[in-house]
Antibody, heavy 116, light 111 residues
Framework: EVQLVESGGGLIQPGGSLRLSCAASGFTVSNNHMSWVRQAPGKGLEWVSVIYSGGSTDNADSVKGRFTISRDNSKNTLYLQMNSLRAEDAAVYYC??????????WGQGTLVTVSS | QSALTQPASVSGSPGQSITISCTGTSTDVGSYNLVSWYQQHPGKAPKLMIYEVTKRPSGVSNRFSGSKSGNTASLTISGLQTEDEADYYCCSYAGSSTFSLFGGGTKLTVL
């Protein structure tokens, strides 16, 4: 059974950094495209970042230059390094396993709050 | 690129059918048969209901169906049930510059 468990969220001051983790089981992260999607409180879904099975990455314009997606194959874990955090980055962050371009499996999400 | 356009809300009675539209442009919905639909209950993670416009993942009821015409995709739910009450989001691949675009979401109320 595919399972995704996010962690690492919390309260962080504007300008700070945070690293989110997504531990996967039931499949191999490095053999799949993986992504982060976020949802601000009371708002809709927003795609954030993708890492393809081949290792290349892409980011939404709103986080380009600040967020970095990566994976640790030995730990079967996906990461999102978030730097220079802004108030508008506050959201629940979900990791997801992709099949081609569709988000097939989702984690339960981890909440990031950006406030002084 | 802007988000895809969905109606803010739709409603229906148990047993009825409803359709949720999702309008994009010729550079996203209109260019690729890569539209997906997600159901989200309050406080829960989204769940994939339809992918690649018309395909249903294993375990999803055949009461859910998808279609596309031009720049607009649609999700139809037939035989509405109370447990279908949720938020629904469409999503489209948008090319190499933007991997995915989501719609703003539609709140389905089953009266």
């Amino acid at each position: 059974e595919v399972q995704l468990v996010e962690s690492g969220g919390g309260l962080i001051q504007p300008g700070g950094s945070l690293r989110l983790s997504c531990a996967a089981s039931g499949f191999t992260v490095s053999n799949n495209h993986m992504s982060w999607v976020r949802q601000a409180p009371g708002k809709g879904l927003e795609w954030v970042s993708v890492i393809y099975s081949g290792g290349s990455t892409d980011n939404a314009d709103s986080v380009k230059g600040r967020f970095t997606i990566s994976r640790d194959n030995s730990k079967n874990t996906l990461y999102l390094q978030m730097n220079s955090l802004r108030a508008e980055d506050a959201a629940v962050y979900y990791c997801a396993r992709l099949e081609y371009t569709s988000f097939f499996n989702w984690g339960q999400g981890t909440l990031v709050t950006v406030s002084s | 690129q802007s988000a895809l356009t969905q109606p803010a809300s739709v409603s229906g009675s148990p047993g009825q059918s409803i359709t949720i539209s999702c309008t994009g442009t010729s550079t996203d919905v209109g260019s690729y048969n890569l539209v997906s639909w997600y159901q989200q209950h309050p406080g829960k993670a989204p769940k994939l209901m339809i992918y690649e416009v018309t395909k249903r993942p294993s375990g999803v009821s055949n009461r859910f169906s998808g279609s596309k015409s031009g720049n607009t995709a649609s999700l139809t739910i037939s035989g509405l049930q109370t447990e279908d009450e949720a938020d629904y989001y469409c999503c489209s691949y948008a090319g190499s510059s933007t991997f995915s675009l989501f719609g703003g979401g539609t709140k389905l109320t089953v009266l």
